[in-house]
Nanobody, 118 residues
Framework: QVQLVESGGGLVQAGGSLRLSCAAS????????MSWYRQGPGKQREFVAR???????NYADSVKGRFTISRDNAKNTVYLQMNSLKQDDTAVYYC????????????WGQGTQVTVSS
């Protein structure tokens, strides 16, 4: 049974920070790429950040310089540190796991709400 469980969301004022966590079980975490996506109100789900099994990172232009993705393979956990939060960052944030070979199954977490107030 595969499970990705996000935590750390909440309400924060603009300019503040939050750290999201995604704890994985039932997958080969150490050889999977891990990503964060988000879906704001009335919007499509969009890519936020990705970290490869080897630690290489990619970010959406909208969050580059403000967000940092990291992983701890010993804890089967991926993190998203979010700084200088803006109202436009308000969304449900989802954890996503995928094999870097492109083969096999990919999995989504249940999401965690982040709300940024003015």
């Amino acid at each position: 049974q595969v499970q990705l469980v996000e935590s750390g969301g909440g309400l924060v004022q603009a300019g503040g920070s939050l750290r999201l966590s995604c704890a994985a079980s039932g997958i080969a975490f150490s050889i999977d790429a891990m990503s964060w996506y988000r879906q704001g109100p009335g919007k499509q789900r969009e890519f936020v950040a990705r970290i490869s099994s080897g630690g290489r990172t990619n970010y959406a232009d909208s969050v580059k310089g403000r967000f940092t993705i990291s992983r701890d393979n010993a804890k089967n956990t991926v993190y998203l540190q979010m700084n200088s939060l803006k109202q436009d960052d308000t969304a449900v944030y989802y954890c996503f796991a995928s094999p870097e070979s492109g083969l096999g199954s990919a999995y989504w977490g249940q999401g965690t709400q982040v709300t940024v107030s003015s």
